[in-house]
């Protein structure tokens, strides 16, 4: 689905991701992480053309995606994207805010729409929430609305950065048990994020990250118990820590 | 990893962008475009108005920014309009910043009257368009107290700035911290010396942006003291229109002069409001 | 003759019958053109533009346009003509053309008693001596032909001019008669009108845009008739020498 | 009232009696020094007067002033903010050329003062735009029908429909400039994330903008805008320098031809406080409620 | 030196002191502890005119405070006070700082402010940060050169609002030395402070209040051992528990 191969990404003149090879299978979960400002959001932000990548290739669903693309738009419905700061739109209610992709972009007719949001809020557990404003509800029922919009769009890949990071502890188990719900459906995941106990359950690679470089891809048993290089040893014990 | 940083990476290069976007983004070509349709537009007009049997005369305009007669170089009346401008807006700007002081702190002084005073003058001001209080001035207020054209000029201009800089000074005021106030009153300083050391050296911060901004304003509104004859730009303006007929070319050059002038007060502003922005 | 017919079907007089209407462009100005109680234009102007307009056989429409912006507006063609009590000069007729007039009114100086006690004429002529006139008109052009070391300053409206002599802000305005003697005769304590002698005869005309002989040839004609039937006379008599139409005027 | 006067203090009475010190001295000169007759009592007909021909009450100058004001400002608010919308959007274009074409016009007319951009705008683009429109013919033609009121409701005088035309014209152009500036500043409100969460479901630009950052943006504007539509009323009156019919040119003639400077003027300006304050009154109360739902 | 009789406080409706008695003496260390809310800082505020009281009588150093006093300027040149948030003036040096007070109220000459100044910073332990301004010192170098700027004007009795609440956790210590240091010169203190460490080996009185009423004056052996009330013994647990 996704093949990134010898991407390199500038921001002016620092070098943001640097070499970077991954694949990333049909149905494959992939869990990235990193220190802050390792370059992990870049990266996922290069798959759905948020950012562009300066050289080396990026492959996903067949498409090759470079600045420009006529095929951008088409790509960006088959990729979701969550976002940490869930970038809900203010102005609509949590059913208008599922239902104006599909029916703007894929042209789909008001009534299907809005069955389709129904459906998928029913899927993260909102039912009820439909006519609120999205500041009407908590971070976590806000973040579960995010990742109804993107399923919305039936997208077959989803990218999530850092989803949980800007909740309160109470709130991040609502938005994690949907990530493992979805991620039990079969859906394409690349997540950033630091849960590992969510990492554990759900990932079958793990992808570590740090100045811009992949240091190491490996799976989660592996990883977890023995990663083959010091710095990752040392951030996982930073972080599990806590 | 090179040192030339963009020409590092090692990756194949890019498929690049249809050839006329990169064209059409490229700066050069952005100016170039700019540049023909600002011609097309000043030549449409420049022949529109000739289309409707205008005769420019611009060869006329050069002997009202300058001449050369028997005494030797002499300024025409456009540059001494400006200066009269400029002598004019500094006047009203020094005592539009006084009165506007005077109206914020009575704003902000908590009496009663006081506070009561400094609304109803805000709101009449603000409510009232310049060339009407200006016509108020003149011809109702300048017979009863006795002030001439150029005082009248003077005190209109000032006045309705006094209401815009008043707003101005009080949200400057208001930017410092309640701390500040409590502090100075803690070391038993009264409250005039708590605005003269220790509120307004610190407010300056926030006010001189958009003070500069409001000299532009008060140049640009200056202009309309014309109607009322007190010599400055425009009245001169419109007085050799009066003389020549020569209305399109003059208007054109007049307002090329406030251009040159507020332009390079405006980027004096912004500049200003840079560098107060990285401090903060 | 194809030239001679272009011409033709481009004068003014053609567009004037093919509208059947009449454009005329005036400034308020007592008593050439002035609102009455009701709130309409009467005035010397007003009756030339509507005799005018019926000898022609069509509407007539006036367009009140602030005096400085006048010929500006006559050029980039708001109004077919200008019959505002314009007087002809040098400088104007360079830009635009006009008839024969149609009226002539000698301007007399109307002072602030006070401050001109006991001055002749040509204490007038210094520096220190105010004079003020409306912005275009014909009395600035004269005042500064007749007195050119005293300062001149000009206003948009001619109301405000008398206003500045009244309240002493200047020593002396100049307007056709009988104004200046109606104004001192409403305040006889603060104006008078010192000198005896007109100004400027020369004549008021209409104005015209610049290369139309045929208007040109058509206004001409019309006002001569005007003069022989005695009309313009008449009329003039009663806005100018006549206060019969004071009580429509809130003067 | 006795708690209020327990809150007074000394510089309370000193303003007070500042106050009534300036306020005597304007009276005690207009009766005594100055030479002037005033004649308040005529001001009531030139509001709405009794026509001595026709025999009715009809609007005199000031009621025919504002009411052209009103509609000056109506129109050419909203000419300006479609055109300000249209200035605001090109002045975030990604396209340098746009971009600096809406700066040079935003710029232009920043710093050259109303009354000079006026005098531009009339002579060299409203003009032309009537006479190629062949305005004049058209709306005279309306004149001349019988069943006019429609027209003559929403536009006035017929015949003096160019002059309207000019008018609003002017003015939006003037006022867009503003607007654009107010959208702009809206639309660069909008969050970034808006924007991408808006292109990860696959919008393209235009509905980018259309569905997700427009909305959001004019609400922010309304506040901003409003203000800019009282200053617009108030700009109106610049408009009198180019003979357009409004209030203060209408103000301009009753004082060339009666003389009652004063009472005129203050009429005048009286007559604007009243639009000008009631409309900031009601804005800010609309804008009160809408903070709190 | 302090005496509070029947003291009452409102802010419109809300009643924000009530009843308040309390007597400090010559060279007496007090310090207020009490809940969030309660009325500490109103407390204190009112001691040298930052509020006001609206009934009762409130008799510092022998001068009636109330509303309009004419003496309350002098009053408050002998009550210093020390925020919580330092309030140092941000366009004025250190030293600046320390002598606008006196050369500007006292009337005092520059050199000699000046000297008193220099004096003071060498009591707070920072000499060597005359010149700098207060953005370019640490909060608890800030919080020092407050105590500094009201010892420069010669008070008599020191307000503290919780002086220490606002710093990192290295500096509070600081700042805590500086006032014991103070304290054992004889001032007369009156403290709001949660740091109990600081109380036990300063305060010679311990008041504590709940809710704008004062429920417990005790002296700091029996206050930290055996409060009167329940509600005292609680709010102790609960901070003594960190
Ligand atoms: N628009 C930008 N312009 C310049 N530099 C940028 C930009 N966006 C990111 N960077 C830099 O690129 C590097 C990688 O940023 P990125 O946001 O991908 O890090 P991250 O791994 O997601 O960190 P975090 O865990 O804090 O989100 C950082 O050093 C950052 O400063
Ligand atoms: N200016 C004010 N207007 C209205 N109410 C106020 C004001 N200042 C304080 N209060 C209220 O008075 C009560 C006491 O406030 P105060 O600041 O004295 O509490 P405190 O004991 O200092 O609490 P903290 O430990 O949080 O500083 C609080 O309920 C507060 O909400
Ligand atoms: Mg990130
Ligand atoms: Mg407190």
């Known amino acids: 689905m996704i093949e990134v191969t010898n991407l390199d990404k500038f921001y002016g003149a620092f070098h943001a991701l640097k070499n970077i090879d991954l694949t990333v299978h049909q149905g494959q979960k992939v869990v990235i992480c990193g220190p802050s400002g390792s370059g992990k959001s870049t990266l996922i932000r290069c798959f759905n053309g948020l950012e562009w990548h300066n050289s080396g ?126 991620a039990d459906t079969g859906m394409t995941m690349v997540v950033v994020t630091h849960e590992m106990g969510f990492a554990r359950k759900v990932a079958d690679t793990m992808v570590f990250m740090e100045a811009g470089q992949i240091v190491e891809i490996s799976p989660p048993e592996q990883f977890f118990t023995n990663p083959s290089s010091e710095r990752c040893r040392l951030f996982l014990n930073q972080i599990l820590e806590h | 990893m090179s040192d030339l940083g963009i020409s590092g990476p090692k990756g194949q290069p890019l498929p690049k962008p249809p050839v006329y976007k990169r064209f ?65 807006s500094v006047t009203a700007f020094l005592l539009a910043t006084f009165l506007g002081l005077l109206v914020a702190l009575l704003r902000l002084s908590g009496l009663v009257v006081g506070s009561a005073v400094a609304i109803g003058y805000l709101e009449l001001i603000r409510n009232i368009p310049l060339l009407v209080l200006l016509y108020l001035f003149y011809y109702v207020l300048g017979p009863i107290f006795g002030f001439d054209r150029y005082t009248a000029s003077i ?11 008043s707003e101005i000074l009080r949200a400057g005021i208001n930017a410092i911290p309640t701390g500040q106030w409590e502090a100075a009153k803690s070391i038993g300083m009264s409250p005039y010396q708590t605005y003269r050391y220790i509120i307004l050296p610190q407010s300056v911060r926030f006010m001189l942006p958009p003070m500069t901004g409001e000299v532009v304003h008060l140049i640009k509104s200056s202009a309309i003291v014309s109607v009322i004859a007190v010599a400055e730009l425009t009245t001169f303006g419109r007085n050799i229109i009066s003389d020549t007929y020569m209305s399109f070319e003059i208007w054109f050059t007049i307002a090329l002069v406030y251009l040159v002038v507020t332009l390079i007060l405006s980027i004096g502003v912004s500049h200003l409001e840079k560098k107060y922005a990285v401090d903060q | ?64 346009t602030a005096w400085d912006g006048i010929i500006p507006a006559l050029v980039s063609g708001n109004f077919d003509v200008i019959i505002s009590g314009m007087s002809v000069t040098a400088q104007r007729n360079l830009t635009i053309n006009f008839t024969d007039p149609y009226a002539y009114s000698g301007l007399a100086i109307l002072a602030n008693q006070s401050l001109t006690e006991g001055m002749a004429l040509e204490d007038f002529n210094k520096p220190d001596v105010t004079f003020v006139a409306r912005r275009g008109a014909t009395p600035a052009v004269v005042i500064a032909e007749n007195f050119p070391d005293a300062t001149l300053l000009l206003f948009d409206e001619d109301g405000a001019s008398t206003q500045e002599v009244l309240n002493g802000n200047a020593h002396a305005s100049m307007a056709a008669q009988p104004t200046p003697n109606r104004d001192a005769a409403q305040y006889p304590d603060t104006l008078v009108v010192p000198f005896e002698n007109l100004y400027d005869q020369r004549g008021e005309a209409f104005g015209l845009r610049k290369g139309d002989p045929d208007a040109m040839n058509f206004f001409n004609n019309w006002i001569a008739q005007q003069w022989r039937s005695g009309w313009l006379q008449e009329r003039h008599d009663y806005w100018f020498a006549s206060n019969e139409w004071a009580d429509q005027v809130a003067q | 009232m006795q708690n209020f006067i327990k809150k007074l203090r000394w510089p309370d009475y000193l303003i007070m009696a500042t106050l009534f010190a300036f306020f005597g001295y304007i009276w005690l000169s207009i009766e005594g020094t100055l030479n002037y007759n005033w004649r308040w009592e005529l001001i009531p007909g030139y509001v709405v007067g009794w026509h001595s021909g026709r025999e009715e009450y009809f609007a005199n100058l000031f009621l025919q002033g504002l009411v052209a004001t009103i509609r000056i400002s109506i129109y050419s608010g909203i000419l300006a903010l479609i055109l300000g919308t249209f200035l605001g959007v090109a002045r975030c274009s990604a396209n340098l050329t746009i971009r600096m074409l809406a700066r040079t016009y935003l710029e232009f007319l920043r710093n050259v003062p109303p009354v000079v951009v006026v005098f531009i705008f009339f002579f060299f683009l409203s003009q032309q735009l009537i006479d190629a429109l062949n305005l004049e013919r058209w709306a005279r033609g309306i004149a001349r029908q019988e069943n006019n009121q429609i027209w003559t409701f929403f536009f006035g005088e017929m015949r003096r429909f160019p002059s309207l035309v000019s008018g609003v014209i002017v003015l939006a152009l003037f006022e867009s400039a503003f607007v654009g500036e107010i959208i702009r500043a809206g639309i660069q409100s909008i969050p970034k994330g808006q924007r991408e969460a808006a292109r990860s479901i696959g919008m393209s630009q235009l509905q980018e903008l259309r569905y997700v950052v427009l909305p959001q943006a004019l609400k922010k504007v309304v506040p901003p805008l409003a203000n800019q539509f009282i200053s617009l009323i108030k700009d109106s009156s610049i408009l009198s320098l180019i003979s357009v019919q409004e209030l203060t040119y209408k103000t301009v003639e009753l004082v060339a031809s009666s003389r009652m400077i004063f009472e005129a003027w203050i009429t005048t300006a009286a007559f604007y406080f009243i639009v000008c304050f009631s409309l900031s009154r009601i804005f800010a109360r609309l804008e009160k409620r809408s903070d709190k739902r």
């Open chain 3, 1 to 64: 003759q194809s030239a001679t017919q272009g011409l033709s079907s481009e004068s003014v007089i053609e567009t004037i019958k093919q509208d059947g209407v009449v454009r005329i462009g005036l400034s308020l100005f007592v008593p050439w053109s002035m609102r009455d109680k009701n709130g309409d234009l009467i005035g010397f102007e007003l009756d030339v533009g509507r005799k005018l307009a019926e000898d022609m056989g069509v509407e007539v429409e006036f367009v009140p």
């Open chain 1, 57 to 182: 290739r990026l492959v996903i669903d067949g498409i090759e995606v470079y600045e420009g693309a006529k095929e951008i738009r088409d790509l960006r419905q088959e990729v979701g994207m969550v976002f940490q700061q869930f970038n809900l739109f203010p102005h609509l209610t949590v059913l208008e805010n599922l239902t104006i992709g599909p029916m703007k972009v894929r042209k789909i007719s008001k009534a299907q729409a809005e069955e389709t949001a129904r459906n998928y809020l029913d899927r993260v557990h909102i039912p009820e929430q439909a006519d609120k404003y999205p500041a009407q509800l908590s971070g976590g029922q806000q973040q579960r609305v995010a990742i109804a919009r993107s399923l919305c769009m039936e997208t077959r890949i989803m990218l999530f950065d850092e989803p949980t990071s800007a909740l309160d502890p109470e709130m991040i188990n609502e938005v994690l048990d949907v990530m493992v719900e979805l």
């Open chain 2, 155 to 165: 005190l209109t201009l000032a006045v309705f700035h006094s209401a815009l800089i």
């Open chain 2, 24 to 88: 059409f983004d490229s700066v050069p070509v952005s100016i170039a475009i700019y540049t023909i349709v600002v011609g097309l537009i000043a030549y449409g007009s420049y022949a529109g108005a000739q289309g409707m049997g205008y005769n420019w005369q611009w060869y006329r305009v050069p002997q009202f920014l300058y001449r050369n007669t028997e005494i030797g170089f002499e300024w025409g009346e456009i540059p001494i309009g400006l200066v009269a401008t400029i002598k004019l």
